[in-house]
């Protein structure tokens, strides 16, 4: 499994300085992460996801989950889709990502 620190960093529009400071650690660390030439501790990854409103699941990359229809959603999202849907009797499976995605969009707003 690969670590995406660099991609949601990026994609969050924050330079390593800047996550650094967040985290209270060195721009020099966060290089180090991302370049994988050094393997961050539990503690670490909560606080790099926590930055970015994620589980320190989502800043891995594995094998693509092709069947799931929450695949590429953040789990703490995933997780309040299966609570609605669950306590409604309902499975994830019948709704189409299209609609996951604008429940997604609502939430993260």
């Known amino acids: 499994m690969l670590l995406r620190v660099r991609e949601v960093r990026q994609r969050s529009g924050l330079t390593q300085a800047e996550l650094a400071h967040k985290i209270g650690c060195s721009s020099e660390?966060?290089?180090?992460?991302?370049t994988e030439r050094y393997a961050p501790d539990t503690i670490m990854l909560s606080k790099i996801a926590g930055v970015f409103c994620l589980?320190?699941?989502?800043?891995?990359?594995?094998?693509?989950?092709?069947?799931?229809?929450?695949?590429?959603?953040?789990?703490?999202?995933?997780?309040?889709?299966?609570?609605?849907?669950?306590?409604?009797?309902?499975?994830?499976?019948?709704?189409?990502?299209?609609?996951?995605?604008?429940?997604?969009?609502?939430?993260?707003?």
Do not use: N
């Open 29 to 34: 660390l966060i290089s180090a992460i991302e």
């Open 55 to 109: 589980s320190p699941r989502d800043l891995f990359v594995g094998p693509p989950c092709q069947d799931c229809p929450l695949h590429g959603i953040p789990t703490r999202i995933q997780a309040h889709i299966k609570y609605w849907l669950g306590a409604e009797g309902l499975t994830v499976k019948p709704f189409v990502r299209a609609g996951v995605l604008l429940l997604c969009s609502v939430l993260m707003a």
